[in-house]
């Protein structure tokens, strides 16, 4: 059982930033990591990956050019660093992570995929607002 935490939301002005992290409570060196964010309103929305095998990564359009994925394996800690934040990145921000020896296929190869997760996050805000 891996229990993931994330933390470092908050409230920001637009163009300003926030760096996320997902913290676990055990190694991260056989899972997928996946960023994922939630508006009132809406669905949950993939927005970013790394694939800890071979460290591949991808982001939705939405976000690509302002937010990166890092992980510090380490420190058990796969980060989401937000970048030129604007009002409509408002949301619950989640991690999940993937067992990726459990055959299902690449990990993060083009999209990010918001099912197979074997653990999830609580969530941390994040609020862009002036």
């Known amino acids: 059982q891996v229990q993931l935490v994330e933390s470092g939301g908050g409230l920001v002005q637009p163009g300003g930033s926030l760096r996320l992290s997902c913290g676990a409570s055990d190694s991260l060196d056989y899972y997928g990591i996946g960023w994922f964010r939630q508006a009132p309103g809406k669905e949950r929305e993939g927005i970013s990956c790394i694939n800890t095998f071979d460290d591949s990564t991808y982001y939705a359009v939405s976000v690509k050019g302002r937010f990166t994925i890092s992980g510090d394996n380490a420190k058990n800690t796969v980060y989401l660093q937000l970048d030129s934040l604007k009002p409509e990145d408002t949301g619950t921000y989640f991690c999940?992570?993937?067992?990726?020896?459990?055959?299902?296929?690449?990990?993060?190869?083009?999209?990010?995929?918001?099912?197979?997760?074997?653990?999830w996050g609580q969530g941390t805000q994040v609020t862009v607002s002036a």
């Open positions: 999940a992570a993937r067992d990726l020896r459990i055959p299902r296929g690449k990990y993060c190869s083009g999209y990010v995929p918001l099912v197979d997760y074997e653990y």
